[in-house]
């Protein structure tokens, strides 16, 4: 908490590198003096001023990194694209965790000595009037767009035969759900691949519960323990490999912890030691509440962070997560007692427990029961609270005058709860009307009309039973371009372009998707724990594929007829309001 916030990276290329520093001032403090603070830790690196452990602590987090990444494809093919545009022989690109552990405190001096001197570039941001650009409009014919033509190359690829994938689902051998005590369940997955551990233990309350739990998140990671200072803690995570977090979210809670298995009963003895035995002096606290205070200033000034808070009141009203905040007169008198109660009090309500790893369950449950030992019933917890988008006789529009370059515009009304049988017909929806650019709303605002730098739909699906749903459209456009953007946008939702030709290109997707894409052993529970929130009885997908098969355009364009035309529109605008043409917009 010496700055606001701070960090470090590189950047290493085949001719030259980079290494980054940056930080943000807290209130009354200068870049100047952020700036010295950054270069105090460099010089702290050159004269050696780091204990010895780390190196052998940076080398594990490397080699946890790499193996968490191997789980994928995408990075597998990444190493070897590394490779090959460094020009790497691929033994040496292999072989670069075994160079690092070879590696001396003396090693990381000598380098640090030899690249970090006087050559370097300093930027300070600083708050103030800016003149824009004032560009006149030009005036763009619309392009006739065929989406029914393709290259002589795509031709090609299309036309080679392919042995089709068959769908692989989740079934009963893939995980188990292990009642552990009254009021918690264990669900346990086993990792094939490797011995890396992932556990979280979840419980439904959040901060539409109590809001106070958002600000008790950021004390607990600024916390130490009674064994521990917060420096220390921090230390003893490194020192093991291991990874501690809390997250409160709307409804639930997480905490989280990740590492290697060897050390799985080490870092669990430490996470329930962090939790049952917070510790911070009241000036920690003062100090992130003055924080807190300046980033509630700062998104103010953010064109984005409008956006966010504006479509989130245009959606939901005084319901708006940022009407929930806690006021600023009352977060002087909050206590670091109270915060910490406020974490450890939800282990004492019912809650799930998540294990992603290669010990066997009979050892978690062990582990559990040693230094998670449950005495007495848990209180069951707060009712799940749904949050209700406000439904509208006509179109309204809401704007926050920003002077900006841009305008960012979401259009959206509230749909009906989730249904089941609708998922097929949204799928197919969403694919065909905004897929990128093969989607219509990319291709009739951007590309054809110009009127767009971004621009996407999506009819998104309730979380759970029983929650809604909700059409959304967004564009990001130039500002004097805000009224045909709109009314471009309005017209692709009441009158939706009918396409057998498209339709059956999003088929092969929905299908082909169906074919190709697996839950990942580490995605299993959270896979099974969200079929379980829309009460559905074992992996939906295997239906879902069937149904995909046999879906009609005229089953799509009926969900169109009856969910999307027609519907009165929630607008928000955050944009200049002098360049945005208010009259034509209300028009």
Same mark, same amino acid.
């Given at each position: 908490q010496v700055v606001r916030a701070a960090g470090s990276s590189p950047l290493a290329s085949n001719d030259y590198g980079a290494q980054y520093l940056w930080g943000v001032p807290k209130e009354g403090q200068t870049l100047a003096e952020v700036e010295s603070l950054l270069l105090e830790q460099v010089e702290l690196v050159k004269a050696g001023q780091f204990e010895d452990w780390i190196i052998p602590a940076i080398v594990t987090d490397f080699k946890k990194s790499e193996k968490a990444q191997l789980e994928a494809n995408t990075a597998r093919a990444g190493i070897m694209r590394s490779a090959f545009t460094e020009h790497a022989a691929w033994d040496y690109a292999v072989g670069q965790l075994d160079r690092m552990g070879a590696r001396s405190k003396a090693d990381v001096v000598r380098v640090a000595n030899e690249y970090f001197g006087d050559d370097m570039v300093v930027g300070y941001r600083l708050d103030g009037e800016h003149g824009l650009a004032q560009l006149d409009k030009p005036a763009l014919d619309p392009l006739d767009i065929d989406t029914t033509r393709t290259s002589a190359f795509a031709r090609d690829i299309l036309a080679r035969p392919v042995a089709d994938i068959e769908?692989?689902?989740?079934?009963?051998?893939?995980?188990?759900?292990?009642?552990?005590?009254?009021?918690?369940? +264990?669900?346990?997955?086993?990792?094939?691949?490797?011995?890396?551990?992932?556990?979280?233990i979840s419980v439904d309350k959040g901060r539409i519960h109590e809001e106070r739990l958002g600000l008790a998140a950021m004390l607990l990671d600024k916390s130490g323990t009674v064994l521990f200072s917060a420096d220390e803690l921090s230390k003893q995570w490194y020192r093991i490999g291991s990874?501690?977090?809390?997250?409160?979210?709307?409804?639930?809670?997480?905490?989280?912890?990740?590492?290697?298995?060897?050390?799985?009963?080490?870092? +669990?003895?430490?996470?329930?030691?962090?939790?049952?035995?917070?510790?911070?002096?009241?000036?920690? +606290?003062?100090?992130?509440?003055?924080?807190?205070?300046?980033?509630?200033?700062?998104?103010q000034k953010d064109p984005r962070d409008l956006f966010g808070m504006l479509l989130q009141y245009s959606r939901y009203g005084d319901q708006s997560p940022y009407r929930r905040f806690i006021p600023t007169a009352d977060l002087p008198s909050l206590t670091v007692d109270e915060l910490h109660d406020h974490v450890e009090s939800l282990l004492g309500l019912a809650h799930r427990i998540y294990y992603v790893g290669s010990l066997s369950s009979d050892d978690v449950l062990a582990a559990l029961r040693e230094y998670h030992p449950v005495r007495g019933g848990l209180e069951e917890p707060p009712a799940h609270v749904f949050l209700k988008a406000r439904e509208t006789a006509e179109t309204e529009i809401y704007l926050v005058s920003k002077e900006a370059a841009q305008a960012q515009i979401l259009i959206e009304f509230a749909g009906k709860e989730y249904d089941e049988s609708l998922h097929t017909p949204v799928q197919f929806y969403n694919r065909y009307f905004s897929d990128g650019f093969s989607g219509i709303v990319m291709q009739e605002l951007r590309e054809a009309r110009a009127l767009a730098y971004q621009a996407q739909a999506q009819y998104s699906q309730g979380s759970r039973r029983r929650d809604q749903n909700v059409m959304y459209g967004y564009i990001a456009?130039?500002?004097?371009?805000?009224?045909?953007?709109?009314?471009?946008?309005?017209? +692709?939702?009441?009158?939706l372009p009918e396409?057998?030709?498209?339709f059956e290109t999003v088929r092969q997707q929905v299908v082909n998707d169906y074919r190709t894409s697996r839950i990942g052993f580490r995605d299993v529970l959270g896979a099974v724990r969200s079929w379980e929130l829309y009460e559905l009885d074992g992996d939906p997908r295997k239906s879902r594929f069937e149904q995909a098969q046999t879906v009609q355009l005229a089953d799509m364009m009926r969900f169109h007829a009856d969910e999307i035309h027609g519907r009165p529109k929630r607008i928000s605008i955050v944009g200049d309001k002098a360049r945005i043409g208010m009259d034509a917009v209300a028009a």
């Open positions: 769908p692989v689902y989740v079934t009963e051998d893939d995980y188990e759900v292990i009642p552990y005590a009254d009021g918690i369940d +264990l669900y346990y997955s086993q990792n094939p691949i490797n011995d890396l551990f992932t556990f979280s990874d501690f977090g809390f997250s409160p979210g709307s409804n639930a809670s997480s905490f989280s912890l990740s590492g290697l298995d060897d050390k799985f009963e080490q870092s +669990l003895a430490l996470m329930m030691h962090t939790i049952r035995h917070p510790k911070a002096a009241s000036d920690v +606290l003062d100090e992130l509440v003055q924080i807190t205070l300046k980033n509630r200033e700062d998104v456009t130039q500002a004097d371009k805000t009224p045909e953007a709109i009314a471009a946008f309005l017209e +692709l939702f009441d009158a396409s057998p030709d498209r």
